[in-house]
């Protein structure tokens, strides 16, 4: 699972039809530190709060799919929380 | 399975009911040596690791599926599932290795 940052939504019309009604939010992934880590992605959204501006965590892979209700969704990443708060010991980071 | 260290934790009230109750950790995934590998990840603990640890989890969704309990739905694939003690290996030289990661930071 990867830290994330919402940064928008998207809208879909023409979508395939297990993704109706599914909420599609762009996420920058982040590295603990904070900083950026790759391109954004586009991600479902598990747990049905999350919005704009919020820390969150997803997760890849069959799994992302499986956040959602419906199984065999097309997904490759899926939020499945929203970081309350996060603790990153910079002592215990190997060199 | 792979070594990682345990570099922190995450605290999350709004997420999937799969997660109700489970403890995550932020781990950085290490060579046996203890040096950076990949990018960090979330994991989920079921063995009480703590920060400063060096660990094994593995990131198998069947796996974890199964030592969580969970319906073969459950959107979970990282678990931490054992706490090193110690870690004896040959490198690429033939050398061998023999290492005590400390259980604290």
Partial sequence: ?????????????????????VK????????????PKGRPVVA????????????????????????LEKHFTPVDQGIVGIV???????????? | MFFGKV????????KHKDYYGLKLLLVQPV???GAPWQDPLICVDIVDAGIGETIIYLDEGNSARQLLGLE???PVRPVIVAVVDEIRWRDDEGMLHHRVPPHEQ
């Fill in chain 1, 44 to 67: 479902v959204d598990g747990t049905a709060q999350a919005g704009p501006g919020e820390l969150i965590f997803m997760i890849g892979g069959r799994e992302g799919s499986l956040v």
């Fill in chain 1, 1 to 21: 699972m990867q830290l994330g940052r919402v940064i928008g939504t998207v809208v879909a019309t023409q979508k395939h039809e297990a993704l109706q009604g």
């Fill in chain 1, 24 to 35: 599609l939010l762009i996420v920058q992934p982040l590295l603990p530190d904070g900083n």
């Fill in chain 1, 84 to 95: 309350e708060e996060l603790y990153v010991a910079v002592d215990a980071i190997p060199k």
């Fill in chain 2, 31 to 33: 060579y046996p040596s």
């Fill in chain 2, 7 to 14: 570099i922190g934790n995450v605290v999350s009230v709004i």
């Fill in chain 2, 72 to 74: 073969p739905d459950g």
